[in-house]
């Protein structure tokens, strides 16, 4: 038995499927318990009956030493006394709690009439990362193959772009705001500076990977330059280079948050500042899961695309 | 093995004799002159081939040996274009080579099938680069598919071929270009000795039945008899020609001859000029093992009462 079979055993289908569901259900199992077991952790007390502690009212949280000491002392007095439950705090909200809120989100009406419904928001958001995506991969993609195949290119362009590269995009918000004004203009900005610099870099260096044997043996089969670069450098690069755009595309999504912030508040940041600002956590934690459901599934649809893209890469896993 | 009486690897019965007579009138198809390759190195100049003249004919079958470091590789790479040369000539036809080209053909070693590519298209790369349409270059690929019996994995691709096969749509891909000289370098030593066998087969099958000239590189000195009319025997730092063998095993050839005394007594021939008796790795004076007995004494594997 080889090396890597062993280290890398396949698995069958079905272990696979098992494995992907448990890795989001023992986060989800850990959260849950946590939530609904009490004293797991639980440092809060929610005042079911004030008693006569005179601060105290329904509903109302409190750390669970102050409440047993109001307590005690409310019992010394031999006046009524208060009655708790133990809860988590309110930046913690349960699963059920942010479940309910994921689906309220969505039906509740905007409070003022300027405002936008919560699917008008992440549309706004996916307009952004789209478009800052789409515009960094139109320069990005030619120059990075270039940069790999010829050295003159990446001679010319490597070290400034290595340089540029370091530079934090949110430190060009001002400047994309005094350049491209409040709305969606400098946020997609943010977006394809944080991704630009990085993709050109590494597709050059994927195209510098392709195995100098096909391109001798193109050679050796009557290719020139250009019919080298399109029939072989792209090609043969292909399905690495799709790899790089989805675990970019990723990235710029991190992005979004900082971009989002920049100008005028919009998409599902505003959202989650606005909820975040009336101590709606639940609806906080809600958002946050719906870009990681947008991202995740659009990266499936991804894989699955490319599965129909390089039919010939079947045999291995485009992970 | 007892050393047996063999004939000289020089005696050639009649019927080998008048085929070599035939063949040296043959027009010339690659000519070798002074040819001589330097790689540079920041510390000394290495030279890999030094002052090489060669001549192969139409149709001819040539096998290169030599020892490791003979510039085998570098040989088959500057005849392909794919490395300049420091000096001297390689004109094919008569014509000076000038970067590759589809007119000398080449299988690699390593599989180099394009594997975005179904074997048809993988064939019809050079046709449709050289300006074919697409009907005729599709048309022209099958037929060489066929020739090296893969007409059934023609849409198939390169990662559901065993190895033997990709080989075989290497040689049909590099075929298809017409091109006046094949350059095989070691094509069959990543395959399996059974394999290989086969291969050995299938490839005098597609020489006999097509007009083209094969260099074919291999350190498989059985392969070399089997397959060559003349083997180019090389030797090492710097290559130069050590002796041209002009094989006495009469064609066609089939796997019996590999025990006639004209096949034992080349063997023997290039087996002398590539280790000679006396010899040491020039490349590492004093490696040898140091055997130490590990086991009881009296346990001994070679006597078994």
Redesign the interface.
């Known amino acids: 038995m080889s090396a890597s079979s062993i280290l890398r055993r396949k698995l069958k289908q079905y272990q696979n499927f098992i494995l992907a569901t448990l890795s989001f259900i023992i986060p989800l199992t850990v959260w849950s318990i946590v939530s609904y077991v009490p004293y797991v952790w639980h440092p809060k007390v929610e005042i079911t009956v004030p008693g006569d502690v005179s601060y105290f009212s329904e509903g109302l949280l409190v750390d669970r030493e102050i409440f047993e000491r109001e307590k005690a002392n409310v019992l010394a007095e031999g006046k009524a006394i208060p009655e708790g439950l133990p809860a988590n705090p309110i930046y913690f909200p349960a699963p059920d709690e942010v479940a309910s809120a994921f689906y309220t989100a969505f039906v509740t009406e905007p409070t003022r009439r300027n405002e936008k419904w919560l699917h008008e928001s992440l549309w706004d958001s996916i307009k952004v990362i789209f478009w800052g995506f789409v515009i960094s991969s139109i320069f990005g993609v030619p120059l990075g193959v270039l940069m790999g195949t010829y050295r003159i290119f990446s001679k010319l362009n490597e070290p400034f772009i290595e340089f540029f590269r370091y530079l934090p995009a949110p430190a060009f918000g001002a400047l994309a705001v005094a350049i491209l004004g409040i709305h969606q203009g400098p946020k997609i900005a943010i977006i394809f500076i944080g991704t630009f610099f990085q993709q050109v870099l590494v597709i050059a260096n994927t195209t510098r990977k392709l195995d100098p044997m096909l391109v001798e043996a193109a050679l050796t089969l009557g290719a020139k330059r250009t019919s080298l670069l399109f029939k072989v450098v792209l090609p043969g690069i292909s399905t690495n280079l799709f790899r790089d755009l989805r675990i970019l595309l990723g990235w710029a999504w991190t992005y979004l948050i900082v971009a989002e912030l920049i100008g005028s508040s919009s998409g599902i940041t505003w959202f989650i500042t606005q909820q975040a600002r009336y101590k709606n956590f639940d609806n906080v934690y809600a958002a946050i899961m719906m870009i990681g459901i947008i991202g995740l599934s659009s990266d499936i649809i991804l894989r699955l695309i490319g599965k129909h893209l390089f039919p010939w890469e079947q045999h291995k896993s485009l992970s | 093995m007892n050393k047996l009486d063999l004939p000289s690897y020089l005696d050639q019965s009649d019927e080998v004799k008048a085929r070599f007579d035939k063949l040296k009138q043959r027009p010339v198809i690659l000519n070798i002159k002074n040819l001589t390759k330097i790689f540079e190195t920041p510390t000394d100049d290495v030279v890999a081939l030094k002052a090489l003249n060669f001549k192969t004919y139409r149709r001819e079958f040539v096998c290169v040996i030599g020892p490791s470091g003979c510039g085998k590789s570098t040989l088959i790479r500057t005849l ?3 490395e300049t040369k420091t000096s001297g000539q390689v004109l094919l036809d008569g014509n000076e080579i000038d ?4 007119d ?3 299988v ?1 070693q ?1 599989y ?1 099938l ?4 179904s074997v048809k298209r993988n064939v019809m ?2 046709l449709e ?2 300006g074919h349409g697409k009907g005729p270059a599709e048309e022209d690929a099958l037929q060489w598919i066929d020739l090296v019996g893969l007409d059934k994995f023609a849409d198939a ?3 559901q071929l065993s190895g033997g096969m990709k080989q075989r749509v ?1 040689i049909a ?2 075929l298809a ?1 017409k091109p006046r000289i094949l ?1 095989m370098d070691e094509p069959f030593g990543a395959l399996d000795s059974q394999t290989r066998a086969k291969m050995q087969s299938y490839l005098l099958d597609i020489w006999r039945n097509i007009d083209v000239t094969i260099l074919f590189i291999t350190h498989d000195l059985d392969e070399a008899v089997y397959l060559a009319d003349r083997v180019l025997v090389l030797k090492a730092n710097p290559g130069e020609v050590q002796e041209i063998v002009e094989v006495p095993v009469p064609r066609p050839r089939n796997p019996e001859q590999f025990l006639s005394p004209e096949f034992l007594a080349t063997k023997a021939r290039l087996e002398e000029l590539i280790h000679p008796a006396d010899s040491e790795d020039p490349e590492l004076p004093g490696d040898h093992m140091n055997m130490m007995n590990m086991v009881p004494v009296d346990d001994d594997v070679d006597h078994v009462e």
């Open positions: 392909a274009g794919l970067g590759p080209g589809p000398r053909g080449m690699f390593g180099t394009f594997p975005w590519l790369f050079g680069i050289a691709y390169p990662h290497a891909r590099a270009n350059l």
